[in-house]
């Protein structure tokens, strides 16, 4: 079990309460959660709990984000949250409560450790020990999503430096505390160059600061195949939200179940702890549920608070309960479990074997000192000087149905003149003008290149200023002339460099 990197909130006084706030959950939330407090509780975890209602009560209550505003008050003054699952209700307009506590605690971190627990349970990998950080806060998980003509709707993926630079320092420095040797970051900067790209460089920059640690990068499609192939080859893997959301769930599912593994999100001003699996409405109030998964975010709350103590008696004894076939209906087999049990009886085992340690599984490891989880109170963001940005261009995003490229860059052409240049019309990133191929499928979506017009006296990769006044004009003359502009985005360079993708075919 490990510890994790965090700004632990260590109680004032040694072996006080630590305050945390507990949300139940919906389907099989409460039931699960009633029982890991009861363990808790008989481990001498020292806790003082604030209950809080979050979830489908509060959906239909009319919280767009499934929290009611006055849930936010306990969370400030705890900076803990243990979570059990929630059901979010189908329909429109329901925001993730997830993603919604992720952000706005800014939780940067989303950690899972994942070990076999072979021969106790069923794995095809016995010696799988990986752990999975991913970034928590951006990518394409920022949620902002438009429909923009009648045929296309977009998704915004969202990398910023500062957010790159949070989670590979977290990474190595985790790395570093819990004595692992190396991480294999996973992007896939051979399509995306400049958000994965920037996630990659990120990555290798910080990673000469920790020269003991070894480092690999893969692409993500072959990546995710090894890790479902060979998982004893990787140690810490590191890699975006989108990606590591999936990836995350396959190395669970692989190390023996979902129903087995917790997770914790991180962040310099809180932390929240909860199973990886949903609610599971479909075997709620039957006391079947397996409380696995939470408990293990327990026990990762546990050391984020400084009591490890605590959590390592209460994590040999589960390894017992599981060494000694006590299974719960999800992992139970014929041949290798003793005896099924629902919640509450696998509770009272572990309960039971509070103080003995597992047999073949290895003995949970101690975690270190409070004090070493946070050697650090803040992740240092490296120092840099604010580029020079300069507009060079503008991609013009325009609606435009059944239309022949041809004629939509010749009418673009004569608009642009004199002071810019359509340099290139993309339909879905695919050059149709000039010289396209009549062959592309185009949809109503175009985007449209504007450059300034003395750079086309220019070789490539040549730019010359643009001004806005000049890209207004521009819009202007485009929607006096009836064209639907449905959005522009700017094209700068920094420092020189190019800050925009070609497209394909430019
Ligand atoms: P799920 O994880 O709830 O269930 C998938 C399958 O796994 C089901 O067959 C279920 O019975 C089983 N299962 C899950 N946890 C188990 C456990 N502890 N013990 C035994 N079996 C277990 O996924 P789902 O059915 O896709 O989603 C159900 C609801 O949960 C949805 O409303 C979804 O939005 C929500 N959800 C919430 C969270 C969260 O709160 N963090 C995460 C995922 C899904």
Redesign the pocket.
Known sequence: METLLSPAPTPAVAGAAAPVTVAM?????PE?MTQVLRILDAAGARLAPDFIEV?EQQYRAGHSSGIAPEAWDSLRRTGVLL????????GGGYKS??VTLRKTLGLYANVRPNRSLHPAVATRFPTLDVVIIRENEEDLYAGIEHQQTPDVVQCLKLVSRPGCEKIVRYAFEYCRQHGRRKVTCMTKDNIMKLTDGLFHRVFMEIGREYPEIEQEHQIIDIGAARLADTPERYDVVLTLNLYGDIISDIVAQIAG???LAGSANIGEGGALF??????????AGGD???????LQAALLMLRHLGQSEVAQVVENAWLRTLEDGLH???IYRADASRERVGTTAFADAVIARLGQQPAQLGIARPAPAPTQTTPRPSLPLVPRVRPQQELVGTDVFVLAHDAVPDELGQQLRALAEPALHLKIITNRGVKVFPQGHSETFCTDHWRCRFVSAQAVAGSEPYYAPVTYPQVLALLSRLTAAGLTVIKTENLYLFDGQRGFSLGQGE
Do not use: F, W
Request: glycine letters at 18%; hydrophobic letters at 40%; a negative charge.
């Open positions: 959950g919906d389907g099989i939330g699960i979830g979570k059990a699952p929630i059901t979010t209700p189908l409560l997830n179940s979902v129903g909860e199973a990886i699996h949903g609610s599971a409405p479909d075997i079947i549920a397996n409380p696995s998964g939470l719960t209906a999800d």
